[in-house]
């Protein structure tokens, strides 16, 4: 199966599970926009509502909702397999940890990306696949 997810400029809608290791997966849903603006260079907005449960001041339990914000700003490069890109992400931007920066590769049947935590002491990093 060949795709064309961040290839071509589109809008997805996004609704299904996401799975950590050691917890059970969560519902989600969320939408997905991609833009070319120029030769090679994407955008690529991403936005999620993951659930949780929160504590109240009674000890009581309460099912609320969090939004996840990511906005890509991209460069895939001529031979359209390999690409890198920076990434403001909502919530370790709360943490004032700046941006994110990394790399993407792109196989026939998914999207793989490494990134890190840029100006981070503690040199976090991600993986995840698409």
Do not use: A
């Given at each position: ?7 071509q ?20 849903e969320?939408t ?32 609320s909702?969090s939004?996840?914000s ?5 460069y895939?490069?001529f031979?359209?397999?390999q ?19 990394g790399?993407g590769?792109i ?9 890190w ?5 503690k040199?976090r990093q991600?993986?995840?696949?698409f």
């Amino acid at each position: 199966m060949t795709h064309t997810f961040l290839l071509q400029p589109g809008q997805w809608t996004l609704k299904g599970f996401w799975c950590e290791t050691h917890l059970n997966p969560l519902p989600i849903e969320g939408t997905v926009n991609i833009v070319w603006n120029q030769p090679n260079w994407f955008s690529y907005t991403q936005r999620l509502t993951l659930p949780y449960y929160q504590q109240n001041s009674t000890n009581n339990y309460y099912f609320s909702s969090s939004e996840l914000s990511l906005n890509y700003r991209g460069y895939l490069g001529f031979q359209q397999n390999q690409y890198t890109f920076v990434l403001k992400h909502n919530q370790l931007g709360n943490l004032e940890l700046g941006n994110l920066e990394g790399n993407g590769w792109i196989t026939p049947t998914s999207i793989i990306q490494r990134y890190w935590v840029l100006n981070d002491r503690k040199r976090r990093q991600g993986f995840e696949t698409f």
